[in-house]
C-alpha cells in the first residue's frame, strides 16, 4: 500500500499502481490531464472504474518532505525546465478556483486552525498575512496542482515522469513552483534558473504560507504529521 485515506487508496503490485477513487470526476481529470501534458506521464494501462491502473515511471522520486533531497541541481533544473513547458502548454479544460473563494476558504480555515487549537494565534496570524500576496490576478496556466516535490521522478538529470494529476486544471503558474518547493527553499534558485524567467519569489512563499495552513488539519485528520522536522508547520514557523 502506498497511500491510504478516506478519498483514495494506491496500491503498488509489481510495476503497476493501483488507485482506487469512488470519486469519478477526479479519475476522469487525472487521465485527461496525463494526456494532454507535455512532459512524461506513467502510461495508463486500464480504467474499470473506481480502479485506475497505470505503469510506474523509472527513476526515483526528487525528493521527499520533511528529508534532504539528494537530487543534483541539475535535476532540479531539468524540473524547472518541465513545468515551463506544462505552463506554456493549451489550458486544459477543468477551471481553478477564484480568488474570492480562496480567500474565503482560507480565513474560514485560519479561524478553525485557531478555535481548535490546531496551531498558536501568532502563527496562523503572521502566516496569514504572507498568504496575502498569493491573493492576487494572475494569468492562468496549465497547472499540475499538487506538484509535490514525491510526485516528480529523476534518473540522474532527466525527468522520467510526473505522477497524480487527479488536482490538475487551470490555475497559478508560481502554485505549482511553490508546492514543488514547499520545504526545500534552498532549492527554489535551481527551480527558477530552469524555468527560465523571472518569478516573484514573495508570491512564491505567499504560496508556501497559503498552502501550509490550508493542509495542516486536513492531513491530522487523515494520518499525516505535517508537525514532522520540516514539514508543513516548520514551513509556517520560518515565517516567523
Known amino acids: ?11 503498488r503490485v509489481g510495476d503497476v ?20 501534458a507535455p512532459v512524461p506521464t506513467p502510461k495508463v494501462l486500464w480504467h474499470e472504474p473506481p480502479v485506475l491502473a497505470i505503469a510506474a515511471v523509472p527513476g526515483t522520486a526528487l525528493g521527499r518532505l520533511g528529508e534532504p533531497s539528494t537530487a543534483s541541481p541539475a535535476a532540479w533544473a531539468a524540473a524547472g525546465a518541465a513545468i515551463r513547458r506544462l505552463h506554456d502548454a493549451p489550458l486544459p479544460p477543468r477551471p481553478g478556483q477564484g480568488i474570492d473563494e480562496l480567500a474565503a476558504e482560507l480565513d474560514g480555515e485560519c479561524e478553525r486552525l485557531v478555535t481548535n487549537g490546531v496551531l498558536p494565534a501568532d502563527l496562523v496570524t503572521r502566516n496569514r498575512q504572507v498568504a496575502e500576496a498569493a491573493l492576487r490576478p494572475w494569468a492562468p496556466v ?11 521522478f529523476v534518473d540522474g ?3 522520467t515522469g510526473i505522477i497524480d494529476w487527479s488536482e490538475a ?3 497559478d503558474a508560481l502554485f505549482d ?11 527554489l534558485g535551481d527551480i527558477v534558473a530552469g524555468y527560465g524567467t523571472d518569478v516573484d519569489l ?3 512563499r505567499a504560496w508556501w504560507s497559503l498552502r501550509s495552513l490550508l493542509a495542516v488539519r486536513w492531513l491530522v485528520e487523515h494520518g499525516f504529521d505535517p508537525f514532522a522536522p520540516g514539514c508543513e ?8
Open 202 to 204: 514573495d508570491v512564491i
Open 169 to 171: 486544471g487551470q490555475g
Open 177 to 187: 513552483l511553490a508546492i514543488l518547493t514547499l520545504g526545500h527553499e534552498e532549492r
Open 142 to 152: 496549465f497547472t499540475h496542482g499538487d506538484l509535490q516535490i514525491a510526485h516528480v
Open 157 to 159: 538529470d532527466e525527468i
Open 233 to 240: 508547520v516548520d514551513v509556517l514557523r520560518s515565517r516567523l
Open 1 to 11: 500500500m502506498v497511500v491510504a485515506h478516506s478519498e483514495r487508496v494506491t496500491l
Open 17 to 36: 499502481f493501483l488507485k482506487v477513487d469512488a470519486d469519478q470526476a477526479r479519475i476522469d481529470v487525472e487521465v485527461e490531464a496525463m494526456a494532454l
